[in-house]
Nanobody
Framework: QVQLVESGGGLVQAGDSLRLSCAAS????????MGWFRQVSGKEREFVTAMDWSGGRLYYADSVKGRFTISRDSAKNTVYLQMNSLKPEDTAVYFC?????????????????WGQGTQVTVSS
């Protein structure tokens, strides 16, 4: 069983930066994959970025490539999402997720555990 708790969301202006954190409880194995998704009310959950817990593969959505960075601190069992040059269209609830099984890292259905989400609002 893995529990995920996100933090770090808030209200910022366009061009600002935010760092989201996702603290994981339970044993995290190197074979697991961690991802960040976001969702705007009334729309489908959208892939943002993902990585192997081992630090191997990294994936980014084209919309955030070059602006967002995913990383993890194994000692703290925490995954981070550094978001720079934020835009109003980045406004959403951001979710951290953990995948135990082999599957597409960019598909929400591949993930087994989800956090409660944290709101990010970017004003213009």
């Amino acid at each position: 069983q893995v529990q995920l708790v996100e933090s770090g969301g808030g209200l910022v202006q366009a061009g600002d930066s935010l760092r989201l954190s996702c603290a994981a409880s339970g044993r995290i194995f190197s074979s697991y994959r961690m991802g960040w998704f976001r969702q705007v009310s009334g729309k489908e959950r959208e892939f943002v970025t993902a990585m192997d817990w081992s630090g191997g593969r990294l994936y980014y959505a084209d919309s955030v490539k070059g602006r967002f960075t995913i990383s993890r601190d194994s000692a703290k069992n925490t995954v981070y999402l550094q978001m720079n040059s934020l835009k109003p269209e980045d406004t959403a609830v951001y979710f951290c997720a953990c995948s135990l099984t082999i599957g597409s890292m960019t598909t929400s259905s591949s993930y087994d555990y989800w956090g409660q989400g944290t709101q990010v609002t970017v004003s213009s």
